[in-house]
């Protein structure tokens, strides 16, 4: 029964776009009704397959970006001008539209809200997307965990989720959001205004003697720098988690 059941977990399977919430100029959330869904974990992901008239297929990795409560699936997708699925997923898919999916995927990078210790968080642009599945999973279930999350975004016009992430550090609920622009610095910004750093680890992270659960995802630099900033500050490998993707992200 269990291998079944994991066979049926990684069968191709259509979801109808049910919204569509446009996040920035080039990021959007598409929400997705899935008759067979049989739930996620915060920090999973699924495949996403494109079939062309000709027979060509294109496959994608895309996180979650909605909470295990949630009936629809959301993936939070950036458009990237020379991508091949990105560009038709923002841009060309409608409501209404079906599309192949395929998941829920990975076992290593979730978080349950269960576990009650500090939680630290880092992300860089597009990376945030199953961070924000876990935020939102904490909220749904009133975990008490607490938690800081540091997003680094080119600009301010970049910052994925922003309004949500405003309210979710005003509701004095244990979680602190700290954003660092690296292209830009507006006017009246009191936030950071450059690459994640050692000083600024320093001033955000959790002291290590609290052992928080730590989640890093973002383009490969990116978390390698972060995760290695964490082990210099004494932060034991096996505690930080990570995710990673190509050049592009917030970062870059």
Excluded: N
Excluded at 136 to 150: I, V
Excluded at 218 to 245: C, D, H, N
Aim: some cysteine; aromatic content about 8%.
């Amino acid at each position: 029964m269990a291998g079944t059941a994991l066979l049926g977990r990684l069968a191709w399977q259509f979801g109808t776009l049910a919204d569509i919430v446009q996040e920035t100029p080039r990021v959007a959330s598409l929400y997705f009704d899935i008759p067979e869904w049989q739930g996620h974990l915060a920090g999973q992901h699924v495949d996403v397959r494109l079939t062309a008239d000709d027979g060509y297929v294109a496959e994608r990795s895309y996180s979650i970006a909605s909470p295990p409560e949630d009936r629809r699936v959301a993936l939070t997708v950036e458009r990237l001008e020379d991508g091949e699925v990105s560009p038709y997923l923002v841009g060309e898919l409608r409501l209404g539209d079906k599309l192949e999916l395929r998941g829920p995927i990975g076992g290593y990078f979730v978080w349950r809200a269960g576990e009650d210790r500090p939680l630290f968080l880092i992300g860089g642009g597009s990376g945030v997307v199953p961070l924000m599945a876990m935020l939102r999973h904490r909220e749904r279930m009133k975990s008490k965990a607490p938690t800081r999350l540091l997003y680094s975004s080119r600009t301010l016009a970049d910052i994925i989720y922003r309004q949500e992430l405003d309210g979710l550090a005003s509701a004095v609920d244990g979680v602190a959001v700290y954003h660092t622009l690296t292209r830009e610095k507006p006017e009246g910004w009191t936030s950071f205004t450059r690459r994640v750093d050692e000083a600024m680890m320093q001033e955000v992270a959790w002291p290590k003697e609290q052992m928080p659960a730590v989640y890093i995802c973002g383009p490969t630099t990116f978390v390698e720098a972060a995760a290695s900033l964490l082990v210099s500050m004494g932060y034991p490998p096996l505690s930080i988690k990570t995710e990673r993707f190509g050049a592009t992200g917030g970062s870059a």
